[in-house]
């Protein structure tokens, strides 16, 4: 059993920074790649960014670049996201996401963690 849990959320005024933090834990043997995605209220989740295995590779939803910036701690089985110069259309609830190889399994699982709330007031 893994579970994912997310932490670093809250409310900021527009043009503010936060970092969002998702640590893994449970009986891992290894983590592929890791994400966050968000959903605002009434709308779709949506990929916001991702990043690969040994941290090499990283993709953004384009409202995103240039501001956000997706990394990871193997050692930690941790990944972060930092957030600035955010705006109202930020807001929303974030989650994470990973591709985990649990100890005894025969493959990797897609985990989601609980998701913590992000408010970008005007």
């Known amino acids: 059993q893994v579970q994912l849990v997310e932490s670093g959320g809250g409310l900021v005024q527009a043009g503010g920074s936060l970092r969002l933090s998702c640590a893994a834990s449970g009986s891992i043997f290894s983590i592929g790649t890791m994400a966050w995605y968000r959903q605002a209220t009434g709308k779709q989740r949506e990929l916001v960014a991702a990043?690969?295995?040994?941290?090499?590779?990283?993709n953004y939803v384009e409202s995103v670049k240039g501001r956000f910036t997706i990394s990871r701690d193997n050692a930690k089985n941790t990944v972060y996201l930092q957030m600035n110069s955010l705006k109202p259309d930020d807001t929303g609830v974030y989650y994470c996401?990973?591709?985990?190889?649990?100890?005894?399994?025969?493959?990797?699982?897609?985990?989601w963690g609980q998701g913590t709330q992000v408010t970008v007031s005007s």
């Open positions: 990043i690969s295995s040994g941290g090499g590779n990283t």
């Open positions: 996401n990973a591709d985990i190889f649990s100890r005894g399994d025969d493959r990797y699982r897609n985990n």
